[in-house]
């Protein structure tokens, strides 16, 4: 699925054939509209297959200093070609490529040099990207291929790695307190960014849960608009689920209290609201909704900084010996890409055909701009998150070195598998254990591998420059180990078995499409669009007839996938899950269930996790009632 790579394909290509390439055959196949300009990198490499160039390179300099990247052109004609090569630097610095013409022979390669000069003055975590051009002349039939690399102006700055809140033991239950407020934060040098947190101006602490305990949260809402908390990844009552239907006025606190029922994992918590009056608002109302109460939105509280990790533990886990102390060898590693204007503030993404999908050209990791995290020489254990509103990473270290990925979404995996990407759309979480030992004083970098996507991942009509590049997302030193350094882990985690799909007799459909829709419709708050009962098990087939991945999430307890068109899922989804990757034109089978809490006036959501697609109304509501209730109709606020 990388045509303009010329070099030998990396260790788990072949899973990316198997899932990917149905749902790329099925989009070439059926909709051979397409229409890929030139310019998007994997349009271009699928029709310039008589050139190829090795792939997008992800390194990082210092502000003042000029930064060389090597590529392979590769002549994959029967002829002898000639390229003319130009590149580009959009944030226009110095660039330039040499040679900037070569004749290369049928089947041969020739290496071109392309030389960034930083400037002084470059903020550290900018991310400089360029293009370098290759285009055939004549007598050859006109090819011109593309290919980004990116280059990261280094800064001084540790990870940042969220407080955490263990939780105070108060007649035996577990209480936690979180303040949402706004304030300003300084990512850039000198400037103050107006953005929300909770108990802090960015983001929110990890919140620590044990399963079996009774968890009791409070949650201050001090902004000045309308807002819920979602406990995402937790199956509790709906009425405890912090959705639309749970909003907090400002000046209010809500009291949740809950047993915790999930499985050791990785959850996370954000807003959740959703006005009736968004429901009919224009795009332009949409754009800065912040101002205005009835305006207040999940895409634009969450992208202001309202979001925090929480954290599952249980017995089952703590036996597994598996690294679990936060902070040194357990991190979390939330990843959001943000847009700044030039007075600092945070900007929807000002280029791309879909502004609204806000997407970034900097990129956070824990709130921290081209992060430096200090991590011993042994087994490190990474809790990812894609936080952000919209954009796709697929995460790898920069010496593409394996590691095992223990966790999907909502439990431990059966067994831990070995892999050198991960995959992650809005929402979804994976746990990985990467083995430092023996890297004591080195650097290695932790990379979005996005020039890997293809059509089927990204979409061309949201696709920008950073969905085809590789590039840097933070440092890490390998300090020396720590007294009882976690060096193996068990290769199996857990025993959570597989419901055949033929043992349940309810099934249903939901197709997604764009405009951002389920089953041709939008979210109203008033309406139930699915009634469940209690103890029941659905299949669940959602099938996407648009040209771009939804990351699609069910509240609730967590779900299994069955199938990709037809196919069983990688052992690494096989799991439990609650946010599922439904690529272009796929379809996805999974088996929900409602076992656990029946509320006939508290709905659960399922819904695109793209943040403004949800906000836009790809949402719908269910409900859960035991086999004696009678239906009673929602009742908003
Ligand atoms: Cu993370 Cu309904 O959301
Ligand atoms: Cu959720
Ligand atoms: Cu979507």
Redesign the pocket.
Known sequence: MSPQSASPAPRTRSHRLTRRCLAALLALLVANAWAVPAQWGYGAARAAASLSISPSLASSGAAGTTQSQAHSITNNSPLPQTFNLSVESRQSWAASVSPSQVQIAPGASKSVTVQVTIPSDAPPGTLGLTTLTATNVPPAAPTSLQIRDTLLVTGTAALKVPPVQMGALVGGQRTYALTEARGTTSFLPGVQTPTAGYNGTFLGPTLVFTKEERIALSVTNNLTEVTTT????LHLPGQM?G?PHQPIEPGETWRPTFTVINEASTAWYHP?PHTAEMDHATNAEMAHPMVTESGATTGHQVYAGLAGMIIIRDSASEALGLPHTYGGDEFPVVVQDRNFDADGSFSPYPEIQDRDLHKGDHFLVNGTLAGTLSAPAQMVRLHLLNGSNARFYNFGFSDSRSFYQIASDNALLNQRVSRNRVVLGP?ERAEIVVDLSGAQGQTLHFLNYAAEFGPADVAPTSVDDYDQANYILFSINVAAATTNAVTTIPATLNHIARTNPNDVPLARTLTLNIPPSINGGTFEMEVVNITATLGTKEVWTIVNLSEETHPF???DSPFQIVSRNGAAPPEYEQGLK??VLVHALERVVLIKDFSGYADAASPF?YHCHILDHEDKGMMGQFIIVDGRSVYLPVVTR
């Open positions: 979602h406990w995402h990844g689920d959705g959740h929402g999430h069910i509240h609650d946010t959501m």
